[in-house]
């Protein structure tokens, strides 16, 4: 069964540095898409990063970038320049071929004024 | 503006009492889900619908029915809610290419349920 695990339930970083959260999936697939989402206090989902398993460049939204590692079935998100507006919590989901998403648990990020 | 609009989004209800938690996209999306999320699990997925008429069961579907009569339109339908129902419900819609959802997901805000 394809499985997602977050590692970390909670995070902290002092605002301006860079954290990285971590991601491990499982799956027998070879084709398939990740994705870090974050979840603010207000609760609405947003995406914040994708990434297509065929690709092997690291896909990189302003200050989000992952580190994709195909092999280690790994997937990170690193957070440059962390800002007050970044506290969330952060959900990691893996799409199988089939179509499902596949969640992790969640890791929460606190900023540090 | 593009978005998922679900109503209500608080409820408190009582046991045994139908409710219908209505889902709404204006994408033109194909794909639609319903998720429940609940403190440590994170998101589990209740139903889903990869177009009009066609729906399937997501990992904890028991006590849920859903319906796709239309392509904008996904509503959830607890029949006969429970306390172990009580949750956080999201309704999202998916971005297509052409050969299916990629797994982007457009989220509503959120309905937050209490059975008592």
């Known amino acids: 069964a394809q499985t997602v695990t977050q590692s970390q339930p909670e995070m902290s970083v002092q605002e301006a540095e860079t954290v990285t959260l971590s991601c491990t999936y499982d799956?027998?697939?070879?084709?398939?898409?990740l994705f870090w989402y974050k979840q603010p206090p207000s609760r609405q989902m947003i995406l914040v990063i994708r990434?297509?398993?065929?690709k092997q460049q690291n896909a990189t939204e302003n200050r989000f970038s992952v580190n994709f590692q195909k092999a280690a079935k790994s997937f990170s998100l690193k957070i440059s320049d962390s800002q007050l507006g970044d506290a969330a919590m952060y959900f990691c989901?893996?799409?199988?071929?089939?179509?499902?998403?596949?969640w992790g648990a969640g890791t929460k990020l606190i900023i540090k004024p | 503006e593009a978005q998922v609009t679900q109503n209500p989004r608080y409820l408190i209800t009582v046991t045994g009492k139908k409710l219908t938690v209505t889902c709404s996209q204006n994408m033109n999306h194909e794909y639609m889900s319903w998720y429940r999320q609940d403190p440590g699990l994170g998101l589990r997925q209740i139903y889903y619908s990869m177009n009009v008429e066609v729906t399937d069961k997501g990992d904890v579907p028991e006590g849920y029915k859903v319906s796709r009569k239309e392509k904008r339109n996904f509503p959830l339908i607890l029949e006969s809610p429970s306390p172990n129902q009580t949750s956080l419900y999201f309704c999202?819609?998916?971005?297509?290419?052409?050969?299916?959802?990629?797994?982007?997901?457009?989220f509503g805000e959120g309905s937050r349920l209490t059975v008592l």
């Open positions: 989901a893996y799409r199988s071929p089939h179509y499902q998403l596949i």
């Open positions: 990434q297509e398993a065929y």
């Open positions: 999202a819609s998916g971005r297509d290419t052409g050969t299916g959802y990629t797994g982007e997901l457009f």
């Open positions: 799956t027998s697939e070879s084709d398939y898409y």
